[in-house]
């Protein structure tokens, strides 16, 4: 018993001093950066949004002087993005060296993802109803006009999943046909055994060197946040946003019903992972997505914040590329809302049997929208003409796209990020069953 107590002081005063190294080293380091990038991230945000509404008369300033920061910082996250999917997710296959336990986390990712998305688009409908997001909108007959992008067929879009060529979808960062390269020299690796040692020493480092270059690069997220948020602030003015205000609100308040109800159960329950901690260390991530926009650019910091709460490389570097290209709950809950806000506009009352085609063809939609700024605009067309709703209706959303594209983006990628903790939490414990049934 006493060899216990001495064991735990010893612990306790090991754990002490650490704690004064850090204190020390922390210390020694200039002011802002003692100062955490997730908050260095959300003074640029709140700054952003000042600098936006002061430049509201001149928009043109912002587009001129602030967004190239914003657009350059887009453009290293662009370059980084494909290497760093393809190399880690070549590193992730070869080290779980197992074809059966891939296809096990592949398989729970992908049911994760469409029972969370039919969720997120069912709330959005619930809420679009109740909140009756149509209500008191006049109709400006002129502004209607919107001409649909022509929809790719299911079968087109199953058979674009897998590339014809080696270099096109790095080239034209096509993340799904990226995946399927990754699988594929992954497992090719693997099956090659020893010849290929030297490949997979040359892949682990490539995917070392990406995440150093991707570490560079997250250090200016703040700046990129701030380029990229002033703009978009400066151009949304009061005469833009207050008629739809209704439609943004009841968008917003879906979306965060999702999060909070959904996200938190579902860390807490899978993963037994305290939903404040969850959000805390997500924070990086949605604060990128909402100031650009896009599940793709906020890829490789998502994976950081993913493997700072504890997730393996190897989960989250095919967990969260995946995701980013398929996952997009806020997009449907977004596509839900809209349906909704146009029937009411244009006075046509859509039955029970209507809405569960909405949520069917939704997620649908939502796994075919990029993650790119407004495409989920575009795949709302899909939505609409599922239930004979009038395509045009999109044009009176239009508008305020941006807005509800900031929300849906940073709802879509804290989605990734609850699928990554949750699986690595079910393999966890999958890993543990199998050691204890060899002990
Ligand atoms: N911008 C969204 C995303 O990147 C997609 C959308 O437009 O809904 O996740």
Request: hydrophobic share 55%.
């Amino acid at each position: 018993m006493s060899e216990l107590k001495e064991l735990v002081e010893e612990a306790e005063s090991d754990i002490k001093e650490v704690a004064q190294e850090i204190a020390q080293e922390n210390a020694k380091k200039p002011w802002y950066k003692r100062i955490s990038l997730t908050t260095w991230i959300f003074i640029a945000l709140g700054l952003g949004v000042v600098v936006g509404l002061l430049l509201q008369g001149a928009p043109e300033i912002a587009e001129t002087y602030i967004k190239p920061v914003g657009t350059i910082f887009l453009n290293l996250i662009k370059m980084i993005v494909v290497p760093l999917v393809i190399f880690s997710m070549m590193a992730g296959v070869i080290s779980l060296r197992d074809i059966k336990q891939i296809g096990a986390i592949g398989g729970k990712t992908i049911v994760y993802y469409l029972l969370t998305t039919a969720c997120a688009i069912t709330i959005g409908l619930i809420i679009a109803n109740v909140l009756n997001v149509g209500g008191g909108y006049n109709l400006p007959a002129e502004e209607l006009a919107y001409e649909p992008a022509e929809q790719p067929t299911l079968i087109d879009t199953l058979v674009a999943i897998f590339p014809s060529n080696f270099v096109q979808p790095m080239a034209d960062a096509t993340m799904l046909q990226i995946i399927v390269i990754a699988l594929f020299f992954g497992f090719g690796i693997i099956a090659a055994g020893q010849k290929a040692k030297p490949v997979a020493d040359l892949v682990n480092a490539m995917s070392e060197v990406c995440i150093k270059v991707m570490h560079g690069i997250i250090c200016f997220a703040p700046f990129g946040v701030f380029g990229l948020i002033a703009p978009v602030i400066a151009s949304n003015g009061p005469d833009i946003l207050l008629p739809l205000l209704r439609l943004i609100v009841v968008a917003y308040v879906a979306m965060i019903l999702h999060v909070v109800v959904v996200y938190s159960g579902l860390v807490k329950v899978i993963a037994g992972m305290n939903p404040l901690t969850f959000f805390k260390g997500e924070l990086p991530a949605f604060t990128f997505a909402f100031a650009s926009a896009s599940s793709v650019g906020a890829l490789p910091i998502n994976i950081e914040c993913s493997q700072n709460m504890g997730v393996k490389k190897e989960i989250s570097s095919f967990v969260l590329p995946l995701g980013a290209t398929i996952n997009m709950d806020g997009t449907s809950i977004y596509q839900g809302v809209c349906a909704i806000f146009i029937a009411q506009v244009f006075g046509i009352d859509l039955t029970i049997g209507q809405q569960v085609t909405i949520v069917l063809t939704a997620v649908l939609a939502s796994i075919g929208t990029a993650g790119v700024p407004g495409s989920g605009m575009i795949m709302l067309a899909m939505v609409l003409q599922s239930v004979g709703l009038p395509v045009e209706g999109i044009a009176l959303v239009a508008g305020v796209d941006r807005i509800l594209d900031m929300m849906r983006t940073a709802v879509n990628v804290t989605g990734d990020g609850s699928a990554a903790v949750c699986v690595n939490a079910m393999e966890e414990r999958k890993a543990q069953k199998r050691a204890q049934k060899v002990a």
